[in-house]
């Protein structure tokens, strides 16, 4: 089963779109497995982000993360990253299409206002950056069965 990491960026915490944005990816039908309430160091924001270090926009970036506090989750399921992915929407808002969360609630790239792993393989290693194994919670929701099928 995949692992995704999911972050309310500091724009999404200071908007008050928190539960929104919680609400529509538990309506999903996917099962949160880790959550917690940070403040991003500098130390951590560059590690997240290491992949971005030459781009041109990485200062703003890491500013960005660190600039507030954030929301961290962890959610698992089959096919998590390519759902959550889509919930999310496209990394420039004006062109994440509308019912997503980038499309419904941003503008600019820069204030994006979640951040979702890319790739099975990073979603494992992302969880990992962030979650401490016993803050990892292994349960299962009611219905499972309604929202896959086997
Ligand atoms: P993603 O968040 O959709 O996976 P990435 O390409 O991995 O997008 O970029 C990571 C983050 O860097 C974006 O979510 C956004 O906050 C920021 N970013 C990406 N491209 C730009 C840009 O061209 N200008 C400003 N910020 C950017
Ligand atoms: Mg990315």
Redesign the pocket.
Known sequence: MEKTLVII?PDGVARGLMGEIISRLERRGIRMIGMKFVQVSQDMAEQH?A??KE???YP??IE?ITSGPVVLMAWEGNKVIEAV?QS?G???PTQAAPGSIRGDFGID????L???S?SPENGVAEVGLWFAADEIVSWERVGESWVYEG
Do not use: E, S
Request: glycine share 4%.
């Open positions: 960026k982000y992949v971005h781009r041109p926009f703003a970036l960005y992915r999310v496209a990394t420039n790239i820069g204030r994006n979640i951040h979702a890319d």
